[in-house]
């Protein structure tokens, strides 16, 4: 079961390239922290192959794919894959599973009719394939006919979604062990999105947010090109929603809303500052309900720089 309280983690962005992995997850673990977190965005680098990777060349760190969309592989396939993974290496990876960013599901023709009812389908039938059982589904979107993995894992990965729009937020607590909230996340979006998660069990909440140890303004245009139409459910909780908000629909380019990003809200929208204010913004996030606090580079930021300011802010976060 995956019940982090107070766990620290890294990304690693898309744009590194994969022959620089296996030095970055030894360097993630070497320097302590809880977990790695890897993405899959079309077209970079594949989720299952990166992480398979990374768990091959480490032994305690946790590893987490962030997310894979749930419409580009057929459930049982996807099962057959994380069912292995978790043989070779229990108790370490996570999975996660989302709606992929629509355009790349239609350029790819994978966009499917309902995308909640493919996230829904798809987590419950991973779920029950890893659980060994014999799975038969006919949904709107999965079509299983007794299905069943030869090699159940012993220890089933938790699944988490990566989703943040209330019905899909629903879904989570009905069909995974947790949920992912995209950059920005801060502790008012925990508590709304575990609200509307209404899990009736255990549900872990991953946090991903923009880590700048020193200088706020080396955040900006990072923070300013996360925000879009869709962002506006992660940033209505904070007391100055109305003003970026307004903000937000008054701009037309990133350097426009860049500009127009006042310092302090910087503060909110990304983990900045000096080691002890990052800290304390990392324990408002597990105080708020996130058990997993993943913090990730700047974009053009060197990686091996970004993890060892991840595990100085992971060490002053334990005290």
């Known amino acids: 079961m995956y019940t982090p309280t107070s766990s620290v983690g890294v990304r690693i962005n898309r744009e590194q390239p994969p022959a620089k992995l296996r030095d970055l997850a030894r360097q993630a673990e070497d320097a302590g ?14 989720g299952i192959a990166t992480v398979a990777t990374a768990l091959a060349v480490t ?48 350029q790819i023709g994978a966009y499917p009719e309902s995308p909640l009812a493919a996230l829904e389908e798809t987590l419950l039938a991973i779920r029950r394939l890893l659980a060994g059982e014999r799975v038969s589904m006919a949904g709107r979107h999965v079509h299983l ?5 030869v090699f159940p894992p012993s220890s089933p990965p938790p699944l988490v979604a990566g989703v943040r729009r209330p019905k899909s937020l629903a879904a989570a607590g009905r069909a995974a062990d947790g949920t992912i909230l995209a950059e920005p996340a801060p502790p008012e979006f925990v508590r709304t999105a575990l609200a509307g998660i209404s899990a009736t069990g255990p549900h872990a909440v991953v946090t991903y947010n923009w880590l700048v140890l020193g200088d706020r303004e080396r955040a900006r245009r990072t923070v300013a090109e996360s925000l879009n139409p869709g962002s506006r459910v992660q940033v209505e909780g904070l007391p100055f929603a109305s003003d970026l908000l307004a903000l937000l629909d008054s701009t037309s380019t990133v350097d426009e809303l860049a500009a127009g990003l006042r310092p302090e809200w910087i503060d909110r929208l990304a983990i900045c500052g000096d080691l002890d204010t990052c800290a304390a913004a990392v324990r408002s996030l597990h105080e708020a309900g996130s058990g997993s606090v993943v913090l990730l580079p700047l974009p053009e930021e060197p990686p091996e720089q970004a993890i060892e300011d991840a595990a100085r802010v992971a060490a002053a976060v334990r005290g």
């Open 145 to 149: 006919d007794e299905v069943e993995l």
């Open 33 to 46: 922290l809880d977990e790695l977190w890897l993405v899959e965005d079309c077209f970079w680098a594949a």
């Open 59 to 106: 032994s305690t760190i946790k590893v987490g794919i962030g997310v894979l969309p749930a419409v580009a592989r057929n459930p049982a396939i996807a099962a057959m894959e994380l069912a292995a993974l978790a043989e070779l290496h229990p108790d370490r990876l996570i999975a996660g599973f989302g709606h992929g960013v629509a355009s790349w599901m239609r």
